[in-house]
Structures are given as C-alpha cells and as structure tokens.
C-alpha cells in the first residue's frame, strides 16, 4: 500500500531557528514529490521534486530528494512568526497523489 | 488572489439535508479534484474529474456526488448529511499535460459541520 510519512508531527521553535521537515514514501511508481504550506485556508504550492539530489530554493525555503533512501527535506532559515503553518507532503504515484498528515510548524516570537 | 472559489466558506446544517458546495476556477484548468480533511489528517480524495462530462471517485466513500457539465465548475452534492460528513472539504484544479503531474491549486475551503 502506498504511503506518506511525514515527520515531525508537530514542532515548536524560535524566531530565527532553522527547522528541518521530513517526508519520506513507500509507492508503487514514483512521479514527482510536492511540498505545500497550509495556513488557515487553502494550501499553496511550494515546490515539485522529480530528481534526486538537486535543491529547490525559495528564499529562506529550500528542499531536497533522496530517490535511494526515499524520503525528501524541507528546510526553513532564519524562521519566522509567518512560517507558522502545516507543511504538506505528497508523492505522485501512478497519477494519483497521495499526501502525508503534515507537520505542523509554530514559531514564537 | 485566489483564481479558484469555494462557497460557502462556512456551512452548518441539521442531519438529513440536502447540500451543494460550489467549487469554480478562472484558470481554464482541465482536471478538478474534491479532498476531505479532518484536522491533523491526511487529505483525502473524494472525487476527480479529467475534463467536462468526466468524473470518478476517489479512495473515500463520502456518499456524495459531482457533476463537470462546464470546465470551470466542479460542485459537490451530499443527498442526505449526517454527523460523520463534518469536516472540511478542499477543491482543486490543476494543468494537464505536464510529463509530471503539476502543482494543485486549492481553493479556501469550506468547513461544514453537520449537526
């Protein structure tokens, strides 16, 4: 059965810290793997991974694919009251996604 | 600004109604999905749609139904609610014919809750 784990599930940090997300899949045909920021309403778009090793960056977000080990990261530097959302992870196997429970990122002042 | 619309935004409503949750896109998207989600939970596809006149169900029985008679809208009927359809329900659209599947746009939500 294909699945997405993610980890943690929750985390708790400081402004300023730098926080590491993991994500890391069992499927049956793997396409390309999505990361998503959720604040209260709909998820946005982070980044697609389709090939091991190269780094997608955005600002202070960046991640990474590890199609051997299959898992990916996302990082986030010099965090932010604004990072505080739920970071969701999906795997597009066979044409259909299948998302991770998330974790959910606050960070205090 | 957001090119994909959900209404309502909030809904609560007695066992037994009938509902419609409205779900359209500006963006001339091809494919629309409708996901579940319960707080800390997966998401979870309800419903899909590749293209007018084409729907299919996804992994979660919801004993809802949809219908895709113009591009740009996807609504979501639930017959008969009950207590367990409480939740929010997401809707999305994304391009088609991308050699990877390309990113969902999702729309804000509606939470229903039914009492």
């Known amino acids: 059965e294909d699945k997405v784990v993610q980890s943690p599930l929750s985390l708790v940090v400081h402004e300023g810290d730098t926080v590491t997300l993991n994500c890391s899949y069992e499927?049956?045909?793997?396409?390309?793997l999505l990361w998503y920021k959720q604040e209260k309403k709909a998820p946005t778009f982070l980044f697609m991974l389709t090939s091991s090793g190269i780094e997608k960056k955005s600002g202070r977000l960046s991640s990474i694919l590890d199609k051997k080990e299959l898992f990916s990261i996302l990082n986030i530097t010099a965090t932010q009251t604004g990072d505080s959302a739920i970071y969701l992870c999906?795997?597009?196997?066979?044409?259909?996604?299948?998302w991770g429970a998330g974790t959910k990122l606050i960070i205090k002042p | 600004e957001a090119d994909i619309y959900q209404t309502p935004r909030y809904l609560v409503i007695g066992t037994g109604k009938k509902i419609t949750l409205e779900c359209s896109q500006t963006m001339g998207h091809d494919k629309m999905y409708w996901y579940q989600q319960d707080p800390g939970m997966e998401l979870h596809l309800i419903h899909y749609s590749y293209g007018v006149n084409s729907t299919e169900k996804g992994d979660l029985s919801s004993e809802s139904t949809v219908s895709r008679i113009r591009t740009e809208h996807f609504p979501l009927t639930l017959e008969s609610a009950r207590p367990s359809h409480t939740s929010q329900y997401l809707c999305?659209?994304?391009?088609?014919?991308?050699?990877?599947?390309?990113?969902?746009?999702f729309g804000n939500g509606t939470r229903l809750t039914v009492t």
């Open positions: 999305a659209s994304s391009d088609t014919g991308q050699g990877a599947r390309s990113p969902l746009h």
């Open positions: 499927v049956t045909n793997f396409r390309s």
């Open positions: 999906a795997v597009d196997s066979n044409y259909q996604l299948i």
